[in-house]
Each structure stands twice: as structure tokens, then as C-alpha cells.
């Protein structure tokens, strides 16, 4: 019986949502938490077995990857869905992954990517890129949207951040749309973050000259209209217990904080206690090319 199995990697933005669908440059990294995809050939139509996850767009992104027939499709993931962390780009390069398992092929970096985008259609229009670039790759990445699309590997901070959940998911497609309708009043914020990334870039190993950015891109991102009250009062509890900096990360409209601190078990018990699930994330490692 065939078989295939494949992994995608979650991400975090460092610094550049939004502004990266405009072609400015981003920075993300990937985090040891991700989805895995396991095909089984069937008869009959293809069909998702995934009791986690429920949406309409899924079949669609399956399907588009591995056929209308012939495959029961297990999808694992331990990402938070909604929430800023990359969860369809992971299920996309984990899905292209399986596939070219299952057909016993080698598949390059540029091909998952390239395969992945095209699925990751399916969910937010749209897409930058970005977060397929990272959930194949791995690692932390310079990324700019092409032509020609840029992907550079990136110094990986040697410390971890950690991620607080806001409780609620936004919907990526809806707020990309709604930077769009606010263009081009917004193109001076969008160029502001675009901005900040050499000087994150130029950070990334040094949390004390980092913080600080975060927390700019937070105000930024704020101005832009796609932060959330909550959100605003994570970077605020991050801070009251002396992170570096903090951030909402992804599209926003709910999601997660990131923050870079000192302190990362004090910080993740803080946000457990005000009520907030919290964790410690590490970044994932640099994918060899098949
Ligand atoms: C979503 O993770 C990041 C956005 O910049 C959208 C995109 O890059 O496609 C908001």
C-alpha cells in the first residue's frame, strides 16, 4: 500500500507582516512546532481524517496538492490555527512533502516552496510567500516577494522567545484586505516597518538591542489597524515583567504576542496567570536540501 509522510515547519515574524505583501523585506523564523501530513492510498475520493481541524478551505488546498482521488489524508499539528504562527503554509509544505514521498521522489527547497504557494492560494488569497518560505526552510529568513522573490538565510537568535495567545484567531485573508482598503494613507507605516527590518536584521543576536525594535513594530503595526486591544495589553503584560520587547506577530485581529525577555519562565507564568496560554518557543533548524 502507498504510502507518504511529510513535515512544515511554524513560523514567527520577527518583523515585516503587512508590509511584505507590498515588497518590502520581512523577517521570520521557524519553530520546532509545525504539521505533519501522513497519505494512505485509497479508493475513492480524497478525504481529510483530521478530527483537529475543521475548514472548508482544507479539502481544497489537499486536493489541489494530491488529486481529487485516491488518498486519506492525515493532518498532525501542533500549532496554534488562526494564530499568526504559519499553520496553512505548514500544512501546504508538509502536504507537498507527503506527496512527493509517497511517489518515491526527491523534491527541491524550490519546488516545496513553489508547490506550497500555489496551495497556500487556497486560504488567503493572496500571499506574500513568506510564511511557505519559513515553514520549508526553516530557520530565520530575509524574505522580499519577488520578482525576483528573495530568500536569505539569516542569523538564528540563540535565545527563545516566548509566545503568548491572545485567545482569539484572526483571519489573515480579511485582514490583508483590510490594509489594502487602506491604502495608500497607511504606505508611510508600511515603509516605516519595512524600515525596521535591517535594523532587527542587525539585532537578532543581541535581545537587549532587539527588544526595542519589536516593540516599535508592535506601534507600527498598531497604527496600521490590525492589532486588537488584547493584543496591546500582552506587549503591555510582556513588558511590566521586563521583557526586551514584544510584539503581535502574523496578520493580527487576535493571534499571538511574541516576546523576547530576560525571563522566559517568569513570563510565561505571568500570562498564565492574568488567564492567557503561554510557551516557550525555539527556533527550528535550517532544512538540508533534498
Ligand atoms: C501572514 O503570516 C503574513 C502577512 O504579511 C500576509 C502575507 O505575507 O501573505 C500578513
Redesign the pocket.
Known amino acids: 500500500m502507498k504510502t507518504g509522510v511529510g513535515h512544515g515547519f511554524g ?1 514567527l ?1 520577527l518583523c ?6 507590498y515588497g518590502h523585506p ?1 523577517l521570520a523564523v521557524a519553530v520546532n512546532q509545525g504539521a505533519t501530513v501522513r497519505l494512505r492510498a485509497v479508493e475513492g475520493p480524497t478525504h481529510v481524517v483530521s478530527p483537529s481541524i475543521d475548514d472548508p478551505r482544507l479539502l481544497e488546498a489537499v486536493i489541489s496538492i494530491v488529486g481529487e482521488s485516491g488518498w486519506a489524508v492525515t493532518i498532525e499539528s501542533d500549532l496554534p490555527i488562526g494564530k ?1 504562527m ?1 499553520s496553512s503554509a505548514a500544512i501546504a509544505v508538509a502536504l507537498v512533502r507527503a506527496f512527493a514521498h509517497s511517489q518515491g521522489q526527491s523534491i527541491s527547497l524550490d519546488d516545496v516552496y513553489a508547490k506550497a504557494y500555489a496551495a497556500e492560494a487556497a486560504f ?1 488569497g ?6 511557505h518560505a519559513v515553514a520549508s526552510r526553516g530557520g530565520m529568513l530575509w524574505f522580499e516577494r519577488g520578482p525576483p522573490t528573495v530568500m536569505r538565510p539569516a542569523p538564528v537568535p540563540p535565545f527563545p522567545v516566548v509566545v503568548i495567545d491572545s485567545g482569539s484567531a484572526g483571519n ?1 485573508k480579511d ?2 484586505n483590510g490594509v489594502l482598503s487602506r491604502r495608500p494613507a497607511v504606505d508611510p507605516i508600511l515603509a516605516a516597518i519595512g524600515d525596521l527590518v535591517p535594523k532587527v536584521h542587525a539585532a537578532l543576536l543581541d535581545p537587549a538591542s532587539l527588544g526595542p525594535l519589536l516593540l516599535e513594530n508592535h506601534g507600527l503595526l498598531k497604527d496600521l489597524g490590525v492589532s486588537t486591544p488584547v493584543l496591546d495589553q500582552l506587549v503591555d503584560l510582556a513588558m511590566a515583567h521586563g521583557a526586551h520587547g514584544a510584539k503581535m506577530a ?3 485581529g487576535g493571534g499571538v504576542v511574541l516576546a523576547v525577555t530576560p525571563s522566559p519562565e517568569g513570563l510565561v507564568e505571568a500570562a498564565n496567570q492574568a488567564g492567557f496560554a503561554s510557551f516557550i518557543a525555539h527556533a527550528a533548524p535550517i532544512q538540508e536540501p533534498a
Do not use: C, F, R, Y
Open positions: 513560523k515574524i515585516g507582516e503587512h508590509a511584505v505583501v520581512a499568526g504559519g488567503h493572496t500571499p506574500s510567500g513568506l510564511d489573515t485582514m490583508v502574523g496578520a493580527g
